[in-house]
T-cell receptor
Framework: DAGITQSPRYKITETGRQVTLMCHQT?????MFWYRQDLGHGLRLIYY???????DKGEVPDGYVVSRSKTENFPLTLESATRSQTSVYFC???????????FGEGSWLTVV | GESVGLHLPTLSVQEGDNSIINCAYS??????FIWYKQESGKGPQFIID?????DKRQGQRVTVLLNKTVKHLSLQIAATQPGDSAVYFC???????????FGAGTRLAVHP
């Protein structure tokens, strides 16, 4: 049971580069989420998706792009990385709107 | 924003004692609450949840209590073990699309 798989787990990139964090879930969950976790701000929602081809902004969407062409994948792209986007990124999923949200193991991103 | 990491409140307990971790939530319209455990370097792990029409729910060694009058949530861990050492987050859901708002977190340190 693979659950939620994030890749890469660790990434160092330079300011201005494009970076894509991948998220894959094997549960066929309808909902998928991207959170970032920072010192001083806890866990904050970046984007979420209720189903394939349906995405919406969360609390801190600026500088990020998402897509959901397939139910099982929800990639997060930083179009032009900035140092303020150095963070730990967590992908999550849930069966439906009122169900438990399960998290992946995280992707550690450093922008230099 | 809320503080995590260096500024995280810490609860220290002896192995075998019971632990109580408290959380104040912000929105009286929240209808669903979850407790997550996060070990160092890992993603948040679901522990237990409770809906607003309940005031208590029990799991294996854990109990969640909900007091809607004062907007307070607590997690009780019975016979705390070293493996329970982690950061514990409460989360509330105030929107219909499963958006979770996370609390600041409490670090639980279990001493032998």
């Amino acid at each position: 049971d693979a659950g939620i798989t994030q890749s890469p787990r660790y990434k160092i990139t330079e300011t201005g580069r494009q970076v894509t964090l991948m998220c894959h879930q094997t549960w066929s969950h309808s909902y998928m989420f991207w959170y970032r976790q920072d010192l001083g701000h806890g866990l904050r929602l970046i984007y979420y998706s209720a189903a394939a081809d349906i995405t919406d902004k969360g609390e801190v969407p600026d500088g990020y792009v998402v897509s959901r062409s397939k139910t099982e994948n929800f990639p997060l792209t930083l179009e032009s990385a900035t140092r303020s986007q150095t963070s730990v990124y967590f992908c999550a999923s849930s069966v439906g709107a009122g169900n438990t949200i399960y998290f992946g193991e995280g992707s550690w991103l450093t922008v230099v | 924003g809320e503080s995590v990491g260096l500024h995280l409140p810490t609860l220290s307990v002896q192995e075998g004692d019971n632990s109580i971790i408290n959380c104040a939530y912000s929105n009286s319209a929240s209808d669903y609450f979850i407790w997550y455990k996060q070990e160092s370097g890992k993603g948040p792990q679901f522990i237990i949840d409770i809906r607003s029409n309940m005031d208590k729910r029990q799991g294996q060694r854990v109990t969640v209590l909900l007091n809607k009058t004062v907007k307070h949530l607590s997690l009780q861990i019975a016979a705390t073990q070293p493996g329970d050492s982690a950061v514990y987050f409460c989360a509330e859901r105030a929107g219909g699309y499963n958006k979770l708002i996370f609390g600041a977190g409490t670090r639980l340190a279990v001493h032998p």
